[in-house]
Each structure stands twice: as structure tokens, then as C-alpha cells.
């Protein structure tokens, strides 16, 4: 079975963006591939964090991505700072990555362009990414096209290693894109993707009324003045959450009602609150079954790492004998406290 390795960054509760954009993606994939999904915290830490969240935001992330369907019997759901090999192997293919082709990358860029003095942390992401990959073999990566680019790199960084050191083999395969379809959801200001950071998100797991509250104000065509006034459903993002939450016949009445204005913005916004809080039903009532066990979820978490470990140390194994190092005679064990 092919297998695919795919990673989302700790950013604490999944909104309906990332869910429609991704995790519903992945809980798909699942189904015919062997996957592993890591919760990326290595990679989060090279923008400004907290780190008093951050350990909260991945358990957070954990249980919204198990809720929302991910299912830890069949994927290796992990963490990526429990698997040191990352780090490890990151390092070792830093010395085969050439700086130009960093520097070269868009969102380094972009990225680099809003802070004063450039991490090395920023500039290193797509080894990172490239090591999370080779470690596992992965033959597909699920991509959407903003991450063509850092691919492309990883399989460049593959071929030189493979150059280097792959004694004439193959040793890391060229891991191929899984393109997806691309899903960008707007945030409910109507002027920005669905981020958290942007305050414009309806989290998975937010109360019916919580839901309400934020689609009340939610910007819509602004043409729309009174109820009086046709609106036009193609600018206005409540009409394309409709398309994701309701079935076709609500969505060709939606378009209708507001070209025809046949009823109001806050009407419509009611039809679209009753769907999501549908949608969501299930998933809230499986992460408070998770929270309402404590320690279900490291475990589920501790098994993932034991199960990405297994094939990271074996190729780690392979790569630093391929690469010349003198191997230990044994484990190295710390120093007895006295
Ligand atoms: S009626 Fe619906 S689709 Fe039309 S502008 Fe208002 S919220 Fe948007």
C-alpha cells in the first residue's frame, strides 16, 4: 500500500477552514493508503509561539483531528518532536541543501520579509519538511499549491543524497504529489482565508450558540442593504459555505432568495448556522468523549510515536552508515545520578 506522510501544525482547536481544506482529506486518504499524520510542532516553533500553549495546543490538535474522523488504528497519528530522527536527519540533509534554493523559496520570502533579523529556523522549514518525508519513505504527499514548491525541493535534496551516498541506489525515493483539490475557505470577514490568528474562524468544536455568534455579523454582499435590496451570492462567502454545508436544492434556493431578495441576510445566515451545527454534531460529541478521558489521547499519541520510531530508526540506522559515521558499540546510557 502506498504511503503517504502529511503534517498540520499545533495551532490548538481545527476551525471548519482546515477541516474542509484538509483533515476531510486526510480521513479519506486513510481509507486506501498507509498514512502518517504528524502534528508538526517542530515546524510551528520557527514563527513567534508561546510555549506555555503550545504543548495544550497540540493535544488540542490531536483530539480535534480524532474527532473530526482520523482514526488512530489505522493511520500513525504523531507528534513530531516525540520522533528525534527528524531533527536528526534534517541536519544531516542541510549539508547537501544549497542556501540559494532556500533563499529562493516563496513563502521563506515572504515570511523573511516581515521580520527584522531572518531565524535560520525560517530559512531550514523545507529541510525540516524534506527529513519528515525521507524519514518514512513516503511515496505521496498530499499537497495543495502552495506546497508544490517545497516539495519539488525535497525531491531535489533527495536526488543529492542519493548522489552522495546512495552507492549507485535509490535509497530515498522521490516522494510524488498527491495534489488536492484546492479548497481555500474564506474567514467570515469575507477578505482573508479562515486563519485562527485572524479571530475570523467557526471552530469544530463550537457550541451552537458560540456558531450563531459568529455568522450573525459575518460580512456578506454589502450591496445588500435592506432586505429590500437583490443581492449577488457569488461575492458573498456565506453562499459558499452553503455550497460545502447544504445540499444542492438549499443552495440553488439560497442563490435565488437573494438575487431575488426573497428573504434577508440573517434568514439565510439561519439556514447555514443549522447545517454547520449538523455537520459539527458528531464531532463535538466524539472530542468530548476523548476529553472526558484523561490520558486516552497521549496514549493514542505515545503508540503513533512508537510506530513512526520503528521505521525512523531503521533508516536513520541506514543514513548514518550510508553516510560514513563510526557506529556505537553499544546504546549510550546517562551517567547514574549520585
Ligand atoms: S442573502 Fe445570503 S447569499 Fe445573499 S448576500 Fe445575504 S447572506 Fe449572502
Given at each position: 500500500?502506498?504511503?503517504?506522510?502529511?503534517?498540520?501544525?499545533?495551532?490548538?482547536?481545527?476551525h471548519?477552514?482546515?477541516?474542509?481544506?484538509a483533515?476531510?482529506?486526510?480521513?479519506?486518504?486513510q481509507?486506501?493508503?498507509?498514512?502518517?499524520?504528524?502534528?508538526?510542532?517542530?515546524?510551528?516553533?520557527?514563527?513567534?509561539?508561546?510555549?506555555?500553549?503550545?504543548?495544550?495546543?497540540?493535544?488540542?490538535?490531536?483530539?480535534?483531528?480524532?474527532?473530526?474522523?482520523?482514526?488512530p488504528?489505522?493511520?500513525?497519528?504523531?507528534?513530531?518532536?516525540?520522533?528525534?530522527?527528524?531533527?536528526?536527519?534534517?541536519?544531516?540533509?542541510?549539508?547537501?541543501?544549497?542556501?540559494?534554493?532556500?533563499?529562493?523559496?516563496?513563502?521563506?520570502?515572504?515570511?523573511?520579509?516581515?521580520?527584522?533579523?531572518v531565524?535560520a529556523?525560517?530559512l531550514?522549514?523545507?529541510?525540516?519538511?524534506?527529513?519528515?518525508?525521507?524519514?518514512?519513505?513516503?511515496?505521496?504527499?498530499?499537497?495543495?499549491?502552495?506546497?508544490?514548491q517545497?516539495?519539488?525541493?525535497?525531491?531535489?535534496?533527495?536526488?543529492?543524497?542519493?548522489?552522495?551516498?546512495?552507492?549507485?541506489?535509490?535509497?530515498?525515493?522521490?516522494?510524488?504529489?498527491?495534489?488536492?483539490?484546492a479548497?481555500?475557505?474564506?474567514?467570515?470577514?469575507?477578505?482573508?482565508?479562515?486563519s485562527?490568528?485572524?479571530?475570523?474562524?467557526?471552530?469544530?468544536?463550537?457550541?451552537?450558540?458560540?456558531?450563531?455568534?459568529?455568522?450573525?455579523p459575518?460580512?456578506?454582499?454589502?450591496?445588500?442593504?435592506?432586505?429590500k435590496?437583490?443581492?449577488?451570492?457569488?461575492?458573498?462567502?456565506?453562499?459558499?459555505?452553503?455550497k460545502?454545508?447544504?445540499?444542492?436544492?438549499?443552495?440553488?434556493?439560497?442563490?435565488?432568495?437573494?438575487?431575488?431578495?426573497?428573504?434577508?441576510?440573517l434568514?439565510?445566515?439561519?439556514?447555514?448556522?443549522?447545517?454547520?451545527?449538523?455537520?459539527?454534531?458528531?464531532?463535538?460529541?466524539?472530542?468530548?468523549?476523548l476529553?472526558?478521558?484523561?490520558?486516552?489521547?497521549?496514549?493514542?499519541?505515545?503508540?503513533?510515536?512508537?510506530?513512526?520510531?520503528?521505521?525512523?530508526?531503521?533508516?536513520?540506522?541506514?543514513?548514518?552508515?550510508?553516510?560514513?559515521?563510526?557506529?556505537?558499540?553499544?546504546?549510550?546510557?546517562?551517567a547514574?545520578?549520585?
Open positions: 500500500m502506498p504511503r503517504i506522510f502529511s503534517g498540520i501544525q499545533p495551532s490548538g482547536e481545527l471548519i477552514g482546515n477541516w474542509l481544506g483533515v476531510q482529506n486526510w480521513v479519506n486518504l481509507q486506501s493508503y498507509d498514512c502518517l499524520y504528524c502534528i508538526v510542532d517542530l515546524h510551528a516553533i520557527t514563527n513567534k509561539y508561546d510555549p506555555a500553549t503550545l504543548a495544550e495546543r497540540t493535544r488540542e490538535m490531536a483530539v480535534g483531528l480524532i474527532a473530526a474522523g482520523i482514526d488504528e489505522r493511520v500513525t497519528l504523531f507528534v513530531q518532536s516525540h520522533v528525534p530522527e527528524h531533527t536528526e536527519l534534517q541536519w544531516l540533509l542541510t549539508t547537501v541543501t544549497p542556501v540559494g534554493e532556500l533563499e529562493r523559496m516563496t513563502q521563506f520570502k515572504d515570511k523573511s520579509q516581515r521580520v527584522e533579523s531565524p529556523g525560517i531550514n522549514y523545507p529541510v525540516l519538511m524534506a527529513a519528515d518525508i525521507l524519514l518514512y519513505h513516503a511515496d505521496l504527499v498530499p499537497v495543495g499549491e502552495d506546497q508544490v517545497h516539495l519539488e525541493l525535497t525531491r531535489e535534496i533527495c536526488r543529492k543524497w542519493n548522489a552522495e551516498f546512495g552507492r549507485g541506489e535509490e535509497f530515498f525515493a522521490e516522494p510524488k504529489p498527491l495534489l488536492t483539490q479548497r481555500r475557505i474564506m474567514g467570515l470577514d469575507g477578505q482573508a482565508k479562515m485562527k490568528s485572524l479571530g475570523n474562524t467557526i471552530g469544530l468544536l463550537d457550541t451552537p450558540e458560540e456558531i450563531w455568534a459568529k455568522l450573525r459575518a460580512m456578506t454582499d454589502p450591496a445588500r442593504v435592506t432586505r435590496d437583490p443581492g449577488n451570492p457569488d461575492i458573498c462567502n456565506i453562499y459558499s459555505l452553503h460545502y454545508f447544504s445540499p444542492p436544492e438549499t443552495v440553488a434556493t439560497v442563490a435565488e432568495n437573494c438575487r431575488g431578495a426573497k428573504w434577508g441576510c434568514d439565510c445566515k439561519r439556514v447555514l448556522a443549522d447545517r454547520i451545527i449538523a455537520a459539527l454534531a458528531p464531532i463535538r460529541e466524539r472530542a468530548a468523549e476529553q472526558a478521558r484523561p490520558g486516552q489521547v497521549e496514549e493514542i499519541l505515545a503508540e503513533g510515536a512508537d510506530k513512526a520510531r520503528r521505521i525512523a530508526v531503521e533508516t536513520m540506522r541506514e543514513v548514518r552508515e550510508r553516510m560514513g559515521f563510526l557506529a556505537p558499540t553499544r546504546a549510550s546510557q546517562p547514574a545520578k549520585r
